[in-house]
Nanobody, 120 residues
Framework: VQLVESGGGLVQAGGSLRLSCVVS????????IGWFRQAPGKEREGVAC????????YYGDSVKGRSTISKDSAKNSMFLQLDNLKPEDTAVYYC??????????????WGKGALVTVSS
């Protein structure tokens, strides 16, 4: 079982970024999937979630309207599109998956994270 993020990097404020997470060892369609982030000195926070079986998506207040979670079942991959980036979006972003219906901070499976740095 493995989740591997990519797509992080340095972006100017106002720019966009698309994070990818390639999953192996289990079918994404049977899992709730989510993105979380942790900024220096702060607790990990939920960014976006897609409930199991595509029932619905929801977003953290800090990124609502600026982010989109999606997946490609054929490639067993998940994505996070971030637009209109702000310096406060700087964080390590993690993809996660759980065999339950919803996302929550203690999800079962995690990637190692991808650093996103937004310059002002």
């Amino acid at each position: 079982v493995q989740l591997v993020e990519s797509g992080g990097g340095l972006v100017q404020a106002g720019g966009s970024l698309r994070l990818s997470c390639v999953v192996s060892g289990f079918p994404l369609d049977d899992y709730a999937i989510g993105w979380f982030r942790q900024a220096p000195g702060k607790e990990r926070e939920g960014v976006a979630c897609m409930r199991r079986r595509n029932t619905s998506t929801y977003y953290g207040d800090s990124v609502k309207g600026r982010s989109t979670i999606s997946k490609d079942s054929a490639k067993n991959s998940m994505f996070l599109q971030l637009d209109n980036l702000k310096p406060e979006d700087t964080a390590v972003y993690y993809c996660a998956a759980d065999s339950g219906v919803n996302c929550y901070p203690g999800m079962q499976l995690w990637g190692k994270g991808a650093l996103v740095t937004v310059s002002s």
